[in-house]
């Protein structure tokens, strides 16, 4: 059976996976732990790529990335490439080291960050490499210990963790880890792997005419499955040689508005929300630079990264834009 193509777009919240092949062990000892978390925080730091939650275990690791300048694909080529030849190099060994394609879920964001950041760093306890909750505040191998700040990680996302636990750096840090430790019932959790509407749904029955919605690549609600699905099929349609200024003029005219006003700051709301499909376009769909965008339609960067969030209804813009 042909493999489904992945849907890799800048912007998407995506769980990551990665296993050793044959089930072999991806780390040997510290040493190769601490390169490979060096490697990756290189990287994300290079691609403009947030990372809010990782975990490294013997034969497999987890990361709960979200790509904002360039492509999924692009990102693990260049980590697990490096990482691999290193690993070669020092173990004396030749051949594949990775399984042969890493799995990669796109995520509802709102509705599953918080649940995934637990799932993630809760892996190292459920695999019986600390023994309980104290010792994971201190494990060095994941991004739970950051959270708690009992490690230095520079380039884990914190705040846009922490803040969802309120405002006081203590509290919130108290309210996470009650938060962890609240999960530890809960088990493997199946349905945060993966499965669109039956995940989301956390396999409970659902009704037969709903199954279409059944996606393994997506982790969301069927409104979210559907959304990125229509998206898909239009995003082939976009020219991917169109240039930041063509876009700008095509959703001018997509507006009716005049293409310098698109171009420089405006508060009225039509400008506004052109400004910001112009973003969502050029960063999700043609893989520009959120920073270039932003200086191409004078948006901040904070306003390009709230813009390439998941809209549906841009779709019928995008169908718009291709004719």
């Not at 020092?90 to 051949?95: E, I, K, L, P, V």
């Not at 990669?104 to 599953?112: G, K, N, P």
């Not at 969301?220 to 240039?243: A, H, I, K």
Request: hydrophobic content about 40%.
């Amino acid at each position: 059976m042909p493999r489904t193509a992945r849907l890799d777009i800048p912007g998407l919240l995506q769980h990551v996976i990665v296993r050793g092949i044959e089930k072999r062990d991806l780390f040997l000892d510290d040493e190769d732990r601490s390169l490979f978390v060096e490697r990756i925080f290189a990287l994300l730091k290079q691609t403009d790529t947030r990372c809010y939650a990782w975990a490294l275990l013997s034969n497999h690791f987890h990361i709960l990335l979200m790509p904002t300048s360039c492509t999924l694909s692009s990102f693990m080529r260049r980590l697990l490439t490096s990482y691999a030849v290193n690993f070669n190099r020092t173990h004396n060994r030749t051949g594949h080291l990775f399984q042969n394609r890493y799995k990669s879920i796109v995520c509802e964001e709102e509705t599953y960050l918080l649940e995934l950041v637990r799932y993630i760093h809760l892996n190292p306890l459920r695999a019986g490499l600390v023994k309980d909750l104290s010792e994971l505040d201190q494990y060095p191998w994941s991004g739970h210990a950051v959270l708690m700040g009992n490690r230095q990680q520079e380039g884990q996302a914190l705040p846009e963790i922490l803040q969802r636990f309120g405002k006081n750096i203590n509290k919130a840090r108290s309210a996470y880890r009650a938060f962890i430790a609240d999960g530890i019932k809960n088990g493997k959790r199946a349905d945060l792997v993966g499965g669109g509407l039956k995940r989301s749904m956390a396999l409970k029955d659902i009704d037969e005419k709903e199954w279409g919605n059944f996606d393994s690549r997506i982790l969301g609600s069927g409104d979210f499955v559907d959304s990125l699905q229509q998206n898909e099929t239009l995003r082939d349609r976009l020219p991917l040689v169109m240039t930041l200024a063509e876009l700008i003029h095509r959703v001018a005219a997509v507006f009716d508005l005049p293409t310098e006003t698109v171009s420089r700051h405006g508060k009225a709301r039509p400008t506004s929300e052109a400004r910001g499909v112009v973003a969502y376009f050029a960063v999700r769909e043609l893989g520009l630079k959120g920073i270039d965008v932003g200086k191409g339609i004078n948006l901040t960067s904070s306003g390009v990264s709230i813009a390439v969030r998941e809209k549906p209804e841009l779709n019928e813009i995008l169908a718009k834009l291709v004719k």
